[in-house]
């Protein structure tokens, strides 16, 4: 029966060495932890992807302060820009991930295992929403036509819906590229998965006949306040990694908190 067992770390925000994201966040020793966590686990992830706002200002120096800080993982690692990033930076310090690709955006399928993974390059320069163009959807449309019965994990950063996170909301995907998104996936019942970044919390809602998630940053979180006028703000939450695991018939998602939690017996 054929398995796989793909992570998900999403939104580290790294800076570089030996500063403090927000001049108060340690982001690289959350990062650590979650790389720890992965390496330390019964049965090793097939691949490991990172789904956006993987440094804090897109400069060079963050990107090699992230290499640094990813190199211990021995599985293959598939990058993904976020609205914090920036494409031609990271392309210069991770010239071997070819999933980067050369052109405007950073839009890649490999498989992993049993299943087929395609990341969406959401990022739009200079602004904190994101977007997708006609020729994007026009690639996943046809992408996803090439292999109607391959069980399919969608990644992008931004969720193409509202979480009721007000300033968040704000910042997300744009209406119209939610729509044409929505349409693609529901006609597509391959796709068993679509999971976000951006949001830093654990959020889902079934979405175009399947089911949409956001995951857990692996540093800190947004605040979970649903007021419509609620403030934009970030607080310390237990951060995770999360766990796409396809048993042979389903795709099953776990979430594992990040650090050093030794499983006792029972009795």
């Not at 966040?25 to 990062?31: G, K, R, V």
């Not at 605040?223 to 995770?240: C, F, G, I």
């Amino acid at each position: 029966m054929a398995t796989a067992l793909i992570a998900q770390l999403t939104d580290p925000h790294i800076v570089a060495n030996a500063r403090l994201c927000l001049n108060q966040i340690d982001t690289a020793s959350f990062l650590r932890e979650a790389v720890e966590t992965l390496r330390r686990m019964p049965v090793a992830p097939d691949a490991v992807i990172l789904t956006g706002d993987l440094v804090n200002d897109g400069r060079v120096n963050q990107y090699e302060h992230l290499r640094v800080l990813l190199a211990p993982l021995p599985m293959r690692v598939l990058l993904m820009p976020g609205n914090h990033d920036d494409r031609t930076a990271l392309r210069e310090v991770f010239p071997e991930h070819d999933e980067l690709g050369r052109g405007d955006t950073c839009d890649f399928v490999v498989d992993v295992g049993a299943v087929r993974v395609i990341g969406l390059d959401t990022l739009v320069e200079g602004e904190a929403g994101g977007d997708l163009s006609i020729r994007q959807l026009e690639w996943l449309e046809h992408t996803l036509s090439r292999a109607p019965r391959r069980p399919t994990l969608l990644a992008i950063h931004h969720p193409p819906f509202a979480t009721g996170i007000g300033h968040m909301d704000a910042l997300g995907l744009s209406a119209s590229a939610s729509t044409e998104l929505e349409r693609i996936v529901a006609a597509h019942p391959q796709v068993e998965r679509v999971t976000c970044g951006h949001l830093h919390r654990t959020i889902s809602r079934r979405w175009a006949g399947t089911v949409v998630a956001t995951t857990p940053s692996v540093a800190h979180a947004v605040a979970l306040d649903l007021r419509n006028d609620a403030p934009s703000a970030w607080n310390y939450e237990p951060p995770a990694v999360t766990l796409h695991h396809w048993n042979g018939t389903a795709l099953v998602t776990h979430q594992l908190a990040t650090g050093d939690f030794p499983s006792r017996r029972y009795g």
